[in-house]
C-alpha cells in the first residue's frame, strides 16, 4: 500500500507581553492547523487549558506547546507562510524557556520565502499574494493591535476573537501553497514510493525526453499538481521512481 505523505498547514498567534514577536518577551496564545486533504481547520488556545487568571502569564502557553509538538510529531512536511522567518522559530523560543524537548525532525516549507525566489512579487505578504494569485482564500482583516493589547486585561473575549483569524491565515496559505508548488523545488522532498517528487501524487503523464551532459532521462509532468520531474533510471533503464528536475 502506497504511504499518504502528511503535510500540516499551520499558524500562530502571538501577544500578552512586551513585544508580542519576541519568544522571551510575550507567549503563543493560539495555533491553527490542518492536515491536507481534510476539510477542518484544527485549533488550541491558551484557553483549552488551566484559568489563565489564576496563572502567570509567561507560562499560559507551556501545555499547548507540548500538545502542538505531538502533532508534528505525525507530519512528514509542515507548511506555514514566514514562518520559518518567524512562527517556527518563535515556537522553539518558547520550548527552549520551558525545557521542552524538541519534536521529531521534519520537512519545512515556508511559502513566503518560495513565492519570493519564485516570482520577484511587489510584496510577499500573505494578503497581497492570495489577491494577485486570486486564491479561494485570503487573509482576512485583523484587530491589530487592539486585540493584542487587551489580551492582558480579557484573555477569554480577545483570544476567541483571534482564532477565526489564525484559521483564515491556514486556509490562505493552504491555496497559496497549491498555487506555487509546480514552480518550487524542493529535491527529493515528497518521493514517496515512487509518486511524484513535489506532491507525492501517482497521476504523471510521460512527456519527451530531459538530456544531462551524460545521460537521457524520461521525462513526466504531474496530472495533480503540474510540476514537471524525470525518471531517476536512464531512457534505457527506465525504472517506476522520479526525481525532481
Known amino acids: 500500500m502506497t504511504k499518504k505523505r502528511k503535510t500540516l498547514f499551520f499558524d500562530i498567534e502571538t501577544g ?4 508580542g514577536f519576541k519568544s522571551d518577551l ?23 487549558y488551566d484559568d489563565l487568571h489564576n496563572m ?18 505525525q507530519a512528514d512536511v509542515i507548511v506555514g507562510h514566514y514562518s520559518k522567518g518567524f512562527d517556527k522559530a ?22 513566503c520565502f518560495e513565492a519570493r525566489h519564485i516570482g520577484r512579487f511587489s510584496s510577499n ?6 489577491k494577485v494569485l486570486n486564491t479561494d482564500h485570503v487573509k482576512l482583516s485583523n484587530g491589530w493591535p487592539e486585540w493584542w493589547m487587551e489580551v492582558g ?11 477565526p483569524y489564525c484559521k483564515g491565515d491556514v486556509l490562505a496559505t493552504e491555496d497559496l501553497y497549491h498555487k506555487l508548488v509546480p ?14 517528487p513535489q506532491c507525492g501524487g501517482h497521476y504523471l503523464q510521460r512527456r519527451g525526453t530531459y538530456r544531462t551532459l ?11 499538481c503540474g510540476k514537471w520531474c524525470r525518471g531517476t533510471g536512464k531512457e534505457s533503464h527506465y525504472k517506476p521512481e522520479y526525481k525532481d528536475i
Not at 57 to 70: A, C
Not at 91 to 111: E, F
Not at 183 to 196: A, I, V
Open 26 to 48: 510575550s507567549v503563543a496564545l493560539c495555533i491553527c492547523y490542518k492536515w491536507e486533504h481534510e476539510p477542518k481547520v484544527r485549533s488550541m488556545s491558551v484557553l483549552d
Open 90 to 111: 518563535y515556537l522553539n523560543g518558547r520550548m527552549l524557556i520551558h525545557g521542552l524537548p524538541p519534536h521529531s525532525p521534519v520537512k519545512h516549507i515556508d511559502t
Open 214 to 224: 551524460g545521460s537521457v532521462y524520461p521525462r513526466f509532468q504531474c496530472q495533480g
Open 125 to 130: 505578504r500573505l494578503g497581497h499574494l492570495g
Open 16 to 19: 500578552a507581553g512586551v513585544n
Open 153 to 163: 486585561r480579557n484573555p477569554d473575549r480577545e483570544i476567541k476573537k483571534m482564532i
Open 183 to 196: 514552480y518550487m523545488t524542493n529535491k527529493g522532498l515528497f518521493s514517496l514510493e515512487g509518486g511524484c
Open 56 to 73: 502567570p502569564i509567561p507560562v499560559w502557553d507551556m501545555k499547548m506547546l507540548l500538545d502542538f509538538s505531538s502533532v508534528i510529531n
